[in-house]
């Protein structure tokens, strides 16, 4: 394995990220601090949950995910894409670097780059409310797992996008609808019948459930599903992701 | 010339490409073509846009997939065995594909990175220095003329310590001095034992650097030969023979040894080289009866070969 090559790619990557700091970590900070402010001080007192979570606490996980998701999904996705769109893709295919050093490089840097941000939200939750996490080790491994799979799917979105329109359609057209919708800011048996069915097939609504019982101990569904699903989904992206680079699709003619 | 030295000692080449083809959708790119070139020649590559010599190079390189054939480099199926085949290959595209918020030196650091090779912090300086980019090292790329890119591609190629450099069109737009100064610095890699693989639209290029041009044409080679030697074959001298009276008609003579009447200029003959010496075409125009007012002499450039070969085909 070309190590220094591996290495080389995920420090550009995270470089990437360090240069555009403010806009890259202080953005999703301010926003936390406007839905506390808003959903958390605000509404959150009127609003009683059945399992007896402040309301400001119970946000949180959701909030770590809206942060962590499209970071992570946007970074590797605009990464490869730049990399197609500028051309410089031919440095990289043209070094000894395989399809797995490639694709490794950019989803550590994104998962990592998704993960900073999650964290900079916990902290920023950390000083306006009192939070404390109940399985601390699972939740790490699961946030690592979250975008880790999500870096992934940023690849495939990369990969496929021969746009910028098409860049940009997964996430405003599925992520953000799809992790509002997740359970974000309600509890899902707040809702009526039949959409707690629907926000069964909800994927975000798995991994925001899985979050929330690492944080309280209290869980919808069995947090064994949860991480069951969000393994099966990781490793549906490894697979995909495989087979795009192994086949060198829309980059290696 | 270098090529004849390694040819006498049979040296293995450097770069074997056999029977290779790549068609895209339905155009052919690439048809069933083999060549060998040595190490430490200096090779040209010529043809017209489209004719097929960025996807040669892509398949070298790896940046293409080769749908028939074979390529080795260093000794290295480029397939096989890639990523040796890489490591002793420095690339520089056609194209300017940098990134245009990274710096000279970043951009430079990286590229050594990918090829596996810990920083050089000696070799960068001395890479940077030598393409006159020292002062630009902590620049934006995109703060950089189109020269300064130029040179940043080659740097970055020149990272790696190539054993084998590609060249896809150079120098296009870049001005003439700066022209100039890359050529130097190709023939200074060349004397190190760096060998080049240029493709140029520039012919005067091809001629003032390459020890032996390939010319391609949809895909095929339609030659493979020394510069020298396709210059001296291929390349016919003609004089231009300006007289004193104007010549309405011209003896037989004077036909018989290639003279003709340039139809627009009665007071000017031309010679074309047919191998007779030029004393005795002087002498049969002196005994013509003609005087000689001035004579200078052309010769076709690789240019006008091209043209001619490809025109031909």
């Known amino acids: 394995m070309n190590r220094i090559g591996l290495t080389t790619l995920i420090l550009k990557e995270l470089r990437r990220t360090v240069d555009v700091i403010l806009q890259s970590v202080l953005t999703p900070v301010i926003t936390t601090v406007l839905y506390f402010i808003v959903f958390g001080a605000a509404l959150g007192s009127h609003i009683s949950l059945r399992d007896g979570i402040p309301y400001a606490q119970f946000i949180v996980p959701g909030l770590m995910m809206m942060a962590i998701i499209p970071n992570a999904l946007g970074a590797s996705a605009s990464g490869i894409y730049f990399q197609k769109y500028t051309g410089a893709i031919v440095f990289l295919l043209t070094s000894p670097m395989g399809a797995f050093e490639i694709a490794t490089g950019y989803v550590v840097a994104a998962a990592i780059r998704g993960l900073i941000i999650g964290g900079a939200v916990f902290g920023t939750a950390a000083l306006v409310t009192d939070i404390t996490l109940a399985h601390p080790l699972l939740a790490i491994m699961l946030l690592t797992c979250i975008a880790t799979t999500f870096a992934l799917m940023g690849l495939i979105v990369g990969l496929w996008a021969d746009d910028f329109e098409r860049l940009t359609l997964i996430p405003m057209i599925i992520l953000t609808p799809a992790t509002f919708l997740g359970g974000v800011f309600y509890s899902i048996d707040m809702l009526p019948s039949l959409w707690q069915h629907l926000t069964q097939l909800n994927p975000f609504y798995y991994m925001i459930d899985a979050l929330r019982w690492c944080f309280f101990d209290i869980s919808h569904t069995d947090p064994r599903i949860s991480l069951a699903f969000i393994g099966v989904l990781c490793i549906l992206s490894v697979a995909i992701v495989g087979i795009l680079f192994r086949t060198g699709y829309r980059i290696k003619p | ?313």
């Open chain 2, 1 to 313: 010339m270098l090529y004849c030295r390694y040819m006498e000692h049979h040296t293995s080449p450097i770069i074997d490409i056999r029977g290779v083809s790549k068609t895209y959708t339905e155009t052919r790119a690439v048809r069933d073509l083999s060549l060998q070139i040595f190490p430490g020649e200096f090779f040209a590559l010529l043809g017209h846009n489209g004719a097929g010599k960025t996807t040669l190079i892509g398949m070298i390189t790896g940046s293409v997939r080769i749908d028939r054939g074979t390529i080795h480099v260093c000794g290295h199926d480029v397939v096989r065995e890639s990523f040796d085949a890489r490591r002793c290959i420095g690339v520089v595209p056609q194209e300017m594909p940098l990134e245009p918020f990274i710096t000279v030196e970043r951009a430079l650091r990286y590229q050594r990175g990918f090829f596996g090779r810990r920083q050089d912090n000696e070799l960068m300086e001395q890479t940077l220095r030598t393409l006159s980019l020292w002062e630009k090292r902590h620049a934006q790329i995109r703060m950089l003329s189109g020269g300064m890119k130029r040179r940043v591609l080659i740097g970055m190629a020149l990272m790696n310590e190539p054993r084998v450099l590609f060249l896809d069109e150079p120098t296009a737009g870049v001005d003439v001095t700066l022209r100039r100064e890359l050529w130097d610095l190709l023939r200074a890699l060349q004397r190190n034992g760096t060998t080049i693989i240029l493709t140029t639209h520039y012919l005067e290029e091809a001629e003032m650097l390459s020890e032996r041009v390939g010319i391609i044409k949809n895909g095929s080679l339609l030659l493979v030969e020394r510069t020298d030697e396709l210059l001296r074959r291929f390349g016919q001298r003609q004089w231009r023979i300006v007289t004193r009276d104007e010549c309405t008609e011209l003896p037989d003579t004077l036909t018989a040894l290639g003279i003709t009447r340039d139809t627009e200029h009665p007071h000017i003959l031309l010679h074309t080289d047919t191998g007779a010496p030029l004393s005795v075409v002087l002498d049969a125009l002196r005994n013509a009866g003609i005087t000689i007012h001035d004579i200078d002499h052309t010769t076709q450039s690789l240019e006008d070969i091209f043209i001619t070969l490809t025109e031909n085909e």
